[in-house]
């Protein structure tokens, strides 16, 4: 009897396992603008209106699928997009802060399919309200991106500035 009962559990359990899928998401870098050190000597003098990144930092989406042979496979065809926003601490309102997509990145490692990634090549402002930046299928790892300042002024004074920015994977 208790042969039948352990077989009844596989057989009701088998299907909730067979279909389980996992998403990872993870990002790196450091955000530094080298040209942000402004030195003013004499009257009339202008600096750059916009500062930007000096390097990338880089978003990774994974996917893990739990298929029928117990292995983990990704899936191709999963889609996804990215949104952001940020959250101001001290931030000045006539700050303008922007970010694009430098690149495709890399399948990862479990892909099988060519990279499927489109938006966000051009800058677009980051509001405090959540917007669109890009969108994708399946894996992809070193999705690479940059920020821009833009908007300062003398009149702001010598301080500093500082806000979040959150990146929202959305499943689908």
């Known amino acids: 009897m208790k042969k039948k009962q352990v077989v009844l559990l596989l057989i009701l359990f088998f299907p909730i396992y067979s279909f389980c899928q996992t998403m990872s998401v993870s990002s790196g870098g450091v955000v530094t603008f080298g040209d942000s050190q402004f030195s003013i000597t004499e009257a009339g003098e202008d600096f750059a209106s916009s500062v930007e990144s000096e390097l990338d930092l880089f978003l990774d989406i994974g996917y893990l699928n739990f298929d029928f042979w117990w292995l983990f496979t990704g899936n191709p065809n999963t889609k996804w997009r990215v949104d952001v926003h940020k959250v101001d601490g001290n931030w000045d309102p006539d700050i303008i802060l922007k970010a694009k997509r430098t690149g495709t990145g890399v399948l990862a490692w479990n892909e099988r399919k060519k990279l499927n990634i489109s938006g966000g090549e051009s800058y677009q402002s980051i509001t405090n309200n959540s917007t669109f930046f890009?969108?994708?299928?399946?894996?992809?790892?070193?999705?690479?991106?940059?920020?821009?300042?833009?908007?300062?002024?003398?009149?702001?004074?010598?301080?500093?500035?500082?806000?979040?920015?959150?990146?929202?994977?959305?499943?689908?």
């Open 134 to 172: 890009f969108q994708g299928r399946g894996g992809i790892d070193d999705i690479p991106f940059k920020f821009m300042l833009s908007g300062f002024s003398l009149t702001m004074g010598a301080q500093t500035f500082n806000t979040n920015i959150v990146f929202t994977i959305v499943d689908g």
